[in-house]
Each structure stands twice: as structure tokens, then as C-alpha cells.
């Protein structure tokens, strides 16, 4: 998880993320149909160093629990979780063109997309221009806007 230039910059981040992770796969298959490259993805997880192997496989296990859990084993299943350590996701976009092969990290992407500057290093200050402060809403146009932009750069830079 990157770092935030502030509090309202990472409260505006929790807002954005979803949306931009939507508008960035959406633009990665418009990007794919009109290219060589072929496209899949992979979930990984990397777990903090201090991350056992029991605490590993009793999270993944309940993490099974939750997809058919009640309301009430939900809650007690969430608050074993709270105390176990948690993976950090990397979604990661696997290219194939013949014999090249690339892998270009989604999330990262996403951050490029929400941040001012046009980057995923340092600390993210969110681009004001993809919220609507004053209906306190995204400005859905400008999200999909920029994220074309950024996709078709990572697409640029693989050749």
C-alpha cells in the first residue's frame, strides 16, 4: 500500500479505488483488443515476513467460511480474521506477444490514475479533477478520461 500526501488524500483514495480499478480493466481489455498482446491475470498474495504457515492457511480457510457463513458466524469469522496477519494483494496483468512476455501491476496502474502526478512513487495526492467535491460524488467522465490515458502509456512503454 502506498503512501498518502494526507488523511484526506488517503480518505479520497478509499472512495476512488474500486472505480479505478473498474475503469483500468475496462480500458486494459479495449487496449488488448486492438493489439498483439494477449492478455490474463494473476492474483498474488504476499504475506508479511512474520506470516506463519498455520496463521497463512487459517486465514485462507476462513476466508472460504466467509462465502457461506450467517450473519452471525460473519461477524465471529471477521473478528478472528482481525487478528490474524493479512496478505497484501498484487493484481497483476500477464502479457504475451510471441515470444515477449510482460507483467504490469495493476494496482499500480491505479494509483497512477488517482494520483496528481503521473506516477505510482512517493506519496499520492489525489487528482482533485476526479471528484465532484461539491455533489461529493466521482466525476466519472474525467476517471475514464485519465484512465485511458494511463493505460495506453503502460501499452507505449512495452514496445
Not at 40 to 48: G, I, K
Not at 69 to 81: I, K, R
Amino acid at each position: 500500500m502506498p503512501q498518502f500526501a494526507t488523511a484526506q488524500d488517503q480518505r479520497y483514495a478509499q472512495a476512488l479505488m474500486q472505480p479505478a480499478l473498474i475503469r483500468i480493466i475496462d480500458n486494459i481489455r479495449k487496449q488488448l483488443e486492438g493489439s498483439d498482446w494477449k492478455g490474463s491475470y494473476r492474483d498474488d498474495m504476499l504475506w508479511p515476513p512474520d506470516a506463519t504457515a498455520e496463521q497463512k492457511q487459517q486465514y485462507l480457510a476462513i476466508q472460504e467460511m466467509l462465502e457461506t457463513a450467517t450473519p452471525e458466524e460473519h461477524d465471529q469469522l471477521q473478528a478472528t480474521l482481525s487478528q490474524l496477519p493479512s496478505p497484501d494483494h498484487r493484481y497483476t496483468l500477464c502479457l504475451k506477444k510471441q515470444d515477449q512476455q510482460q507483467e504490469i501491476d495493476v494496482w499500480q496502474l491505479c494509483y497512477r490514475l488517482c494520483n496528481t502526478e503521473d506516477t505510482s512513487e512517493g506519496a499520492i495526492a489525489i487528482d482533485p479533477r476526479l471528484l465532484d467535491l461539491e455533489l461529493g460524488d466521482i466525476d466519472w467522465i474525467a476517471l475514464d478520461q485519465k484512465a485511458q490515458r494511463v493505460v495506453k502509456g503502460a501499452f507505449q512503454d512495452l514496445d
